[in-house]
């Protein structure tokens, strides 16, 4: 993305201002729905990019900011399940009339 919006807007690839990088930033903020953790992406790759700590720009810090509070990044898990249910089951099976696989698959439940 960066690539190309340096080559449309005729913007120094290698050596853009703070304010030019913040402008391509606010780009993607109005042309995408993308969360957080994708903008913490692109400053990142960005970081690598020029040649100096984009990531230390007061205002691209205080932009970041804004946008984990406009578009926080999702749950890494939209739910959970109830263990007690798991360990119930598991603890009705008798370890002395188990075969191997039931055994292996208490084992493998339990360790996980």
């Known amino acids: 993305m960066w690539w190309s919006y340096c080559i449309e807007h005729k913007v120094p690839m290698f050596s853009a201002k703070s304010s030019q990088v913040l402008v391509f930033l606010q780009h993607v903020l109005d042309a995408?729905?993308?969360r957080y953790g994708t903008f913490n992406s692109h400053r990142s790759a960005l970081a690598l990019t020029l040649n100096y700590d984009?990531?230390?720009d007061p205002l691209v810090k205080r932009f970041m900011k804004d946008i984990s509070q406009l578009r926080p990044s999702e749950?890494?898990?939209r739910f959970t399940w109830d263990l007690q249910i798991v360990l119930d089951y598991l603890?009705?099976?008798f370890t002395d009339n188990l075969t191997l696989k039931q055994l292996s698959q208490k084992l493998a439940t339990l360790y996980y």
């Open 91 to 93: 603890g009705n099976f």
């Open 32 to 34: 995408t729905g993308c």
């Open 54 to 56: 984009i990531g230390a």
């Open 75 to 77: 749950r890494k898990y």
